[in-house]
């Protein structure tokens, strides 16, 4: 079975500066998804980016971007320019391309702090 | 976003009630998932529905029921609860399982006490 491991349980930036989410999986699969996902306050688990295992390029979204190491099965986020409004669980998140895709396994997340 | 809504925002049941979940869903989605997230815990996978048929129940205890009346409504009825079933329970929806790059579209949960 897949597993996703997010070691940082709670991080902290200074508002304007960059930090990174850390995620690793476990998979034997060679073809699948990725995912980042913000859960703010109000609870609703919104998508950042997702990434395709196939595509060697990395994803970016405006400030958002993510370092995939396939070989290493590594897939951290990286946020810069941080904003007051990052503030949130940031859940990673792994789905299969084929089989069982409807299964989306999630990290236990990580707690980002923005500091004004 | 309001393409995913659940109702109640917050329930408290006593441990012999009935109550139930609802989740609606203006996307056009044909997959339907229920979730409950526990503190310190990964999200669980509960249920999932593809075109109003259930395709996974991931051991989840009889005294969760879910129903899919059609491809926008998902209800998760609850009887005869535990206090730690206490939970926020998460609805999404997708497109479906032949677009496992489309993302999940979640709503923004109940939030569960059992007393």
């Known amino acids: 079975a897949q597993t996703v491991t997010q070691s940082q349980p709670e991080m902290s930036v200074q508002e304007a500066e960059t930090v990174t989410l850390s995620c690793t999986y476990d998979?034997?699969?060679?073809?699948?998804?990725l995912f980042w996902y913000k859960q703010p306050p109000s609870r609703q688990m919104i998508l950042v980016i997702r990434?395709?295992?196939?595509?060697?390029q990395n994803a970016t979204e405006n400030r958002f971007s993510v370092n995939f190491q396939k070989a290493a099965k590594s897939f951290s986020l990286k946020i810069s320019d941080s904003q007051l409004g990052d503030a949130a669980m940031y859940f990673c998140?792994?789905?299969?391309?084929?089989?069982?895709?409807?299964?989306?396994?999630f990290g236990k997340g990580t707690l980002l702090t923005v500091n004004p | 976003e309001t393409g995913v809504t659940q109702t109640p925002r917050h329930l408290v049941m006593g441990m012999t009630n009935k109550k139930s979940l609802k989740c609606e869903q203006h996307?056009?989605?044909?997959?339907m998932y229920w979730y409950k997230q526990s503190a310190k815990k990964p999200l669980e996978l509960m249920f999932v529905?593809?075109?109003?048929?259930?395709?996974e129940n991931n051991s989840v205890p009889s005294r969760f029921s879910p129903e899919c009346p059609n491809s926008s409504h998902l209800f998760l009825h609850l009887h005869t609860l535990q206090p730690e079933d206490s939970a926020l329970y998460l609805c999404?929806?997708?497109?479906?399982?032949?677009?496992?790059?489309?993302?999940?579209?979640f709503g923004n949960g109940t939030r569960l006490t059992v007393t």
């Open positions: 990434q395709e295992a196939y595509k060697q």
């Open positions: 999404a929806s997708s497109q479906g399982f032949s677009s496992p790059y489309s993302p999940l579209h």
């Open positions: 998979t034997s699969e060679s073809d699948y998804y």
């Open positions: 529905y593809s075109l109003e048929e259930r395709v």
């Open positions: 996307l056009g989605h044909n997959a």
């Open positions: 998140a792994y789905r299969n391309s084929g089989g069982s895709n409807y299964k989306l396994t």
